[in-house]
């Protein structure tokens, strides 16, 4: 069984070293560690700090393409060196390593292909009140919006088999915390989480520029992900409202028209017609979403399926070679 620990960096020499100090070298179960770090575009010494620790893969950026990208070439450069599990955490040391045990546990022991860390957002010092509060309303809607139970849906610190791996997709180019579980509970993936230590905040978050900016962004990512994985419900949800509203305006005016004064209301008929309309023709739009949405599965099992095995492939290819070094090896002994 091997784990990989991915970890994105941009501009990390500070604390790359302290992060990388505090990961497990050795866990129950596990029969080898490795540690693969994202280089998103540093202009400082992130990869020389890197290098002289031993990480074992470094996957580079020449220009920055932001957090959801780096996590998902993570994920491929894991996939591609054989990682059965795969464990995603920050290069400002902000979890514990010891943790990464606690986290990986239930993929270890069948129970879940995805785990999320649950961090104590209300002990945590660094984190305002506003803050606090946030994160626990977008945790509620991520869980509405994918039908689960994750209490802490932007923790990025989280583990991944094998399978869940290959099957994940990230649209966005923001983050992928919010929309990875959202497909995951729409896609019926086995997904928990488990209470983890967070350490004091070495540097301040980079994830956004402004409390206003990461409320835009993240209500945006959260409705594109209801959108692609439940269109019919959202488009029925939204074309409800103005269907309704059309409905009573066209009640009052049947009402003013029974009674004798419909030709003064008009205005109403006409306003109420095209609500009503609005509100179907979004409905519309609805049925021929989900009709792409099914389309989107049967185009998602394909790439998976190609994706096992592309990396089957390479892994054969990987093992090959190295059965031919000692060959050749042997060869050049004996002359």
């Known amino acids: 069984m091997k784990l990989i620990i991915q970890i994105p960096c941009l501009n990390e020499a500070e604390t790359l070293e302290i992060a990388l100090n505090d990961l497990p070298k050795h866990i129950d179960g596990i029969d080898e560690i490795e540690y693969l770090i994202i280089n998103d575009g540093s202009v400082d010494n992130t990869v020389e700090v890197a290098r002289n620790w031993g990480v074992d893969y470094i996957v580079s950026f020449k220009r920055n393409k932001g957090l959801a990208k780096g996590f998902m070439a993570g994920i491929d450069a894991c996939l591609r060196n054989g990682a059965d599990i795969i464990v995603n955490t920050d290069a400002d040391n902000q979890y514990c390593g010891e943790d990464i045990e606690k986290l990986i546990r239930p993929i270890l022991d069948g129970k879940a292909e995805i785990v999320i860390g649950e961090r104590p957002i209300d002990d945590t010092e660094h984190f305002s009140p506003l803050k606090k509060k946030l994160q626990h309303l977008g945790s509620y809607v991520v869980r509405v919006a994918s039908n689960t139970d994750i209490p802490d849906a932007p923790s990025g610190f989280r583990a991944f088999s094998r399978d869940a791996a290959i099957h994940l997709n990230v649209m966005n180019n923001y983050t992928y915390t919010l929309e990875t579980i959202v497909q995951a509970g729409r896609t019926n993936m086995a997904i928990t989480s488990v209470p983890v230590r967070t350490n004091g905040e070495l540097r301040k978050s980079r994830l956004f520029s402004s409390m206003g900016a990461y409320i835009k962004r993240s209500v945006l990512t959260i409705i594109r992900a209801f ?81 096992r095995l592309d990396y089957k492939e390479e892994e054969r290819e990987k093992e090959s070679s190295e059965e031919e070094k000692p060959e050749k090896e042997e060869k050049e002994n004996g002359q």
Do not use: C, W
């Open 227 to 307: 959108m692609m994985y439940r269109p019919l419900t959202f488009f029925s949800i939204v074309g409800l409202i103005p269907f309704i509203i059309g409905i009573l305006i066209m009640i009052r005016f049947l009402i003013y028209f029974f009674q004798g004064y419909g030709n003064g209301h008009i205005q109403s008929l006409i306003f109420a017609s095209t609500l009503i309309m609005l509100g179907f023709m979004t409905f519309i739009v609805g049925l021929q979403a989900d009709v792409i949405a099914n389309n989107r599965k049967l185009l998602e099992d394909i790439q998976y399926r190609v994706r």
